[in-house]
């Protein structure tokens, strides 16, 4: 599976963002794709998620209400809308994707794509 993130860029807090990530290669239907983040000097972490089977959604409670992730099926792409940006969403934003319907755990991702980076200034 490669994924192809981009979207990323310079923005002012208050400002809103979409990513976009399309994946490629093997498809399976215990596919989840996910939005995870790393921060200078932090861990990635979690940000929100999609099971391709049934569409349903999970979301850090950091984002909550602020971003929504969402897919389309043809072009086998998934968005990640970020409103309401704040300076604390900076960070390197990846894309990754697994077959054995993990969620929110780092080390369930088998397939990372390259990351883009999101700026936030106060």
């Known amino acids: 599976v490669q994924l192809q993130a981009s979207g990323g860029g310079l923005v002012q807090a208050g400002a809103s963002l979409r990513l976009s990530c399309v994946a490629s290669?093997?498809?399976?239907?215990?596919?989840?794709m996910g939005w995870f983040r790393q921060a200078p000097g932090k861990e990635r972490e979690f940000v929100a998620a999609?099971?391709?089977?049934?569409?349903?959604?999970n979301y850090a409670d950091s984002v909550k209400g602020r971003f929504t992730m969402s897919r389309d099926n043809a072009k086998r792409t998934v968005f990640l809308q970020m409103n309401s940006l704040k300076p604390e969403d900076t960070a390197v934003y990846y894309c990754?994707?697994?077959?054995?319907?993990?969620?929110?755990?780092?080390?369930?991702?088998?397939?990372w794509g390259q990351g883009t980076l999101v700026t936030v200034s106060s």
């Open positions: 999609i099971r391709w089977t049934d569409g349903s959604l």
């Open positions: 290669g093997r498809t399976s239907s215990r596919s989840v």
């Open positions: 990754a994707a697994n077959f054995g319907d993990v969620i929110r755990a780092t080390a369930g991702y088998d397939y």
